[in-house]
């Protein structure tokens, strides 16, 4: 059985690309709304492995996508950290912030907390046994996670997490390490229990001044793909760095992804990047909400462009919220027709 996003992250272009699509599973849906009624509160949606498992596969039964990826949310390692971490309906993530030794010295990671997040994995990978959907196991990459960890909350100008990365060193690097270690751990674990493709998300790459890219996305990256590839040689890891702009060419060559997520801002066709690099991307999420004809002119456009190189069509960031399921649909169908 050929699964068709394996084939292309080895390197092998396919003349129709395999689809899926960043928060494929949400609140677009309404049989997602439905579930998530269910639980208490996101952390616990996330972490309840029956309700996770229905989520994750939600979109792969209506749209028969490529990929299924994992219902879960980046903020899940502060959480296993000890970091209070909750979410407010309609306003988003809220975290209690670190910004010193001394809470940074309260937090370990502890991998019970995320146990859960391994059953959904293995209930997905057993649903998917005979279908030619990958399973995307993910985590949220070190800067990205730092910033929501420093600021508390996620739309901010990170003028908290900048000021430290530039005036405290041993607290920043001290932060970056427990986050490689934890992160690794995380996606390790999830290789173990059956993912068998990794995305890191690196969401807020746009945010980073030019002399932190290195020490603040590349170096952490770096180290969490060494150590993953210790353990799982196999299994191919995406880097999604949204807003890297011209720093993509360096982060494919410093990080040693399989694959680059491209986002919207980005002119995938311009980047000099090696031949057997698969680039993933990356529609405006934009015209999937408004569908129609610029919709599928520009999907199409987007494929022949990316004709002859691996190919992973997706979007330059998530589903948005408002976004019609039939939408989707006719996205799907554009691509493959």
Not at 182 to 192: K, N, P, V, W
Not at 205 to 221: D, H, I, K, M, Q
Not at 284 to 291: A, F, I, R, Y
Not at 313 to 321: D, I, R, S, T, W
Request: hydrophobic residues 50%.
């Amino acid at each position: 059985m050929v699964k068709k996003l394996l084939s292309v992250l080895k390197g092998e272009p396919a003349p129709i690309p395999p689809i899926w699509l960043m928060r494929q599973a949400g609140r677009y849906l309404p049989e997602y709304r439905a579930l998530r009624a269910n639980a208490k509160d996101f952390i616990q949606f996330c972490l309840s492995p029956e309700l996770a498992v229905e989520v994750t596969l939600q979109p792969v039964r209506r749209f028969e996508l490529d990929a299924a990826i994992l219902f879960a949310d980046i903020l899940l390692v502060p959480h296993a950290l000890g970091q209070k971490v909750w979410f407010v309906e309609g306003e988003g993530p809220r975290l209690e912030p670190v910004r010193d030794q001394a809470a940074l010295a309260k937090l370990a990671y502890d991998p019970k907390i995320l146990a859960p997040v391994m059953q959904t994995v293995k209930g997905v990978q057993a649903a998917l046994k005979d279908s030619t959907a990958a399973l995307i196991g993910f985590a949220g990459a070190p800067w990205t996670v730092a910033t929501y960890m420093i600021e508390g909350a996620g739309g901010t100008d990170h003028e908290n997490i900048r000021r430290l990365a530039w005036t405290d060193g041993p607290f920043f690097s001290r932060l970056m390490d427990l986050l490689v270690e934890a992160t690794s751990f995380y996606l390790i674990a999830q290789g173990h229990a059956g993912a068998e493709v990794l995305q890191l998300f690196e969401s807020w790459a746009g945010t980073v001044p030019a002399n932190l890219f290195e020490r603040a996305v590349l170096e952490p990256t770096a180290r969490i793909v060494k150590a993953v590839k210790a353990q799982h040689p196999d299994i191919p890891i995406i880097g999604f760095p949204r807003g890297a702009g011209a720093w993509i060419t360096r982060y494919a060559e410093a990080t040693g992804v399989d694959g680059i997520g491209v986002d919207q801002m980005t002119d995938m066709a311009a980047l000099s990047l090696p031949a057997r690099l698969s680039l993933q991307g990356n529609l405006d999420p934009v015209l999937l909400l408004q569908g129609g004809n610029a919709m599928r002119d520009e999907a199409k456009k987007l494929v022949a462009a990316m004709a002859g190189r691996p190919f992973i069509f997706n979007l330059g960031h998530g589903v948005m919220q408002p976004t019609p399921p039939e939408h989707v649909a006719d996205l799907v169908k554009a691509i493959r027709g």
